[in-house]
């Protein structure tokens, strides 16, 4: 009964999140982002939907955003080798293409859909723009991204020396 009043409560006031909302909050870029914020990201997503071996993009190519994952898998690997060249697979609430949010350089891989896949992107002029008019925001998911960027540099360099 509480929590039902808690939830119509949370109606009332606008703070229930929305099942878009809960699976973006699922995503770690987005587990510290408050409610009314992630609101403001999920406007700038671009929601997108691959089929099973299809390319998300080609190694060489210009970066120009980062990769949410809804549902399905991706494999990250040396151009046109998803089998023998596998950098990574990723499943749903994974994210890919970071670089892309800092730099200009090319892709220094090919993704490809595992299997068929929803994700959601976030392209790096939209960024640049929440930069401008959230900074706030875009300062949380700049922290974050810091973060997930040193946890991955971490398990490369013990994958590495293992």
Request: with cysteine; charged share 25%.
């Amino acid at each position: 009964m509480l929590l039902s009043l808690t939830n119509k409560f949370k109606a009332f006031t606008g703070q229930l999140e929305s099942p878009q909302l809960a699976t973006l909050r699922g995503i770690s870029l987005f587990s510290q982002i408050a409610t009314g914020e992630l609101r403001a990201i999920r406007g700038l997503l671009h929601r997108r939907t691959y089929l099973k071996d299809e390319i998300i993009f080609d190694e060489g190519e210009e970066a120009q955003a980062i990769y949410f994952i809804l549902q399905g898998k991706v494999v990250i690997c040396r151009q046109g080798r998803p089998l023998d060249g596998t950098i990574a697979e990723l499943g749903a609430s994974q994210c890919f293409g970071e670089m892309a949010l800092l730099d200009n350089s090319p892709r220094m891989a090919q993704v490809r859909a595992a299997e068929d896949c929803t994700l959601d992107v976030l392209f790096r002029e939209d960024f640049l723009n929440l930069l401008q008019t959230h900074s706030q925001i875009a300062s949380k998911l700049s922290l974050e991204l810091a973060r997930m960027m040193g946890e991955r540099l971490r398990q490369s360099i013990n994958s590495y020396v293992l």
